[in-house]
């Protein structure tokens, strides 16, 4: 007879499951609470410790860690040393385990859950045989949840409970198992942490750590403020991720996950004052992130404005003493250094995506100047700027930046003329001194008219479209200079 072994504290659909397996001759062994639920249901079961011939100790922490459980479970049927070495042990084969774990998430949820509490629901000999159950796939079906019972008494019945079947459940096993480990990692290290609410007050919300990485926002030491809110922590985070690009001084100030200012200087000083001189309006209210130490200059230029986040790597007695007279305003000081293969997620109904983080930069030899006009190295400098800002902003996106500052950003918009109205509308400036930057190609000339009827000269874009000589034409028949770069820059 084959034999399975069943501990479970979720007992839904329990009764017609065993019922099913003893109707296709299973043995049933299992433990504890289990094993009596199941004898009440008048279905013939057996107690572990049978096959172990040990008596469980430790107050029920160890019952099933033993090799006539663990040896059955793992053996190899196809290995003839696997079975001669249970033969010689007296130890049967294990064919179906059934688990799922003590309730780990339910428990620390509790509001006044003692630590001794949290302790004695890890669950340990559980994990073990699923993990061992699940790696022998191809012998052993492994059910970690009790929507699938159904189906295993079906395919049992029906004979179809293959390889490939076992495989998908072998898949379960292991998501399952790490995400219970991740929630006492979680739990134990205060890696989640409950925000006030999410994006508006009728949302609930919570922040989970990945890493202790002090190059992240989450991992930056708060010097002084309020806690953080949820918009507060985004848009910290993209304030952050941008100005970790630079290595010249720079100042980003960012508004609802868009820069809406960006200024680079000699110093720090300077770089922020053309930072916020590119959208004072914009930035009242916002976040900014320095990618250098504040000093007092620096600090009572931002004073003088209503900030609610300020990131830097450093801050220096006096500008602390000048920025914490603003009971409210937070302080963060984080490491600024890159980090090349860092990951980024995602969330979708149903999971998540992850993607490396986009840092592809301006080669000098990838750059391609399409035109009969050269650009300027002004203009150049203008371009560099205003590419690596575009990286950084909502698709369709459209920066324009002259060599130390950018100058109106157009973000988030259906159509690229669009975004291209916006950054012009709301331009500091305007003239040959200033360069568009497109974080995708465009589709047809109307973008390079409109910045030509603006006294645009000069472009960068990704290029690649089927029109591309149309655009092409009309800069070289109005004296404007255009640059492909290879690479778009679609931020969603």
């Given at each position: 007879?084959?034999?399975?072994l ?12 065993v ?16 094993l ?51 033969d ?11 688990v799922n ?7 620390v ?93 009728h ?18 030491d ?57 959208d ?37 007695e ?59 190295r002004?203009?150049?400098a ?14 369709n ?59 645009i000269r ?7 479209s089927?029109r591309?000589?149309?655009s ?21």
């Amino acid at each position: 007879m084959k034999k399975a072994l069943i501990s479970v504290s979720d007992k839904r659909g329990l009764e017609p499951f065993v019922r099913g397996l003893a109707r296709n001759d299973f043995e049933i062994y299992s433990t504890g609470g289990t094993l009596k639920v199941i004898e009440s249901f008048g279905v013939k079961v057996q107690n572990v410790s049978d096959l172990t011939g040990f008596e469980e100790i430790l107050d029920g922490r160890v019952k099933t860690l033993h090799p006539a459980v663990h040896g059955g479970i793992l053996a190899d049927r196809d290995n003839k040393d696997h079975m001669a070495a249970l033969d010689a042990q007296g130890i049967s084969t294990i064919d179906l385990v059934a688990v799922n774990l003590y309730p780990f998430k339910e428990t620390v949820a509790k509001e006044d859950v003692s630590e001794s509490e949290a302790v004695e629901n890890i669950d340990i000999g559980g994990p073990t045989m699923l993990r061992a159950a699940a790696k022998n796939f191809k012998h052993v079906t492994t059910i970690v949840s009790p929507e699938d019972y159904g189906e295993i008494i079906q395919r049992i019945e029906s004979n179809t409970l293959d390889e490939a079947y076992r495989r998908s459940l072998m898949v379960k096993v292991f998501r399952h198992t790490n995400d219970y480990d991740q929630a006492i990692v979680n739990h134990f290290s205060q890696a989640e942490e409950t925000l006030r609410y999410g994006e508006n007050p009728h949302q609930a919300a919570r922040l989970v750590r990945t890493t202790e990485d002090r190059n992240t926002i989450l991992n930056a030491d708060v010097l002084h403020g309020k806690a953080l809110s949820y918009n507060n922590i985004r848009d910290a985070d993209a304030a952050f991720q941008l100005a970790k690009k630079f290595t010249m001084p720079v100042a980003v100030a960012v508004k609802h996950m868009n820069p809406c200012g960006v200024g680079t200087g000699e110093t720090i000083s300077e770089a922020f004052k053309n930072a916020h001189e590119a959208d004072s309006q914009s930035i009242f209210g916002g976040i900014v992130a320095l990618n250098k130490p504040v000093n007092r200059e620096t600090a009572e230029q931002l004073h003088s404005i209503f900030l609610e986040v300020i990131i830097a790597p450093s801050y220096d007695e006096a500008a602390l003493e000048i920025l914490t007279q603003k009971k409210n305003i937070r302080l963060l000081e984080a490491d600024y250094h890159e980090d090349a293969h860092a990951e980024e997620f995602v969330s979708v109904s149903g999971g998540y995506l992850v993607q490396t983080q986009d840092t592809g930069a301006l080669d000098e030899s990838d750059i391609k100047v399409v035109t009969e006009n050269k650009p300027s190295r002004d203009q150049m400098a203008a371009m560099a700027l205003a590419w690596e800002v575009s990286k950084h902003v909502k698709s369709n996106a459209i920066v324009l930046a002259n060599e130390k500052q950018t100058v109106g950003i157009g973000a988030g918009q259906m159509n690229r003329v669009g975004a291209l109205e916006i950054a012009i509308n709301r331009a500091l400036e305007l003239g040959e001194n200033v360069v568009m930057a497109s974080d995708g190609f465009f589709p047809m000339p109307d973008s390079v008219e409109l910045a030509h009827e603006n006294g645009i000269r000069a472009v960068i874009q990704p290029g690649g479209s089927k029109r591309d000589q149309e655009s092409i034409d009309f800069c070289n028949e109005n004296g404007m200079s255009m640059v492909f770069t290879g690479m778009r820059h679609f931020k969603h």
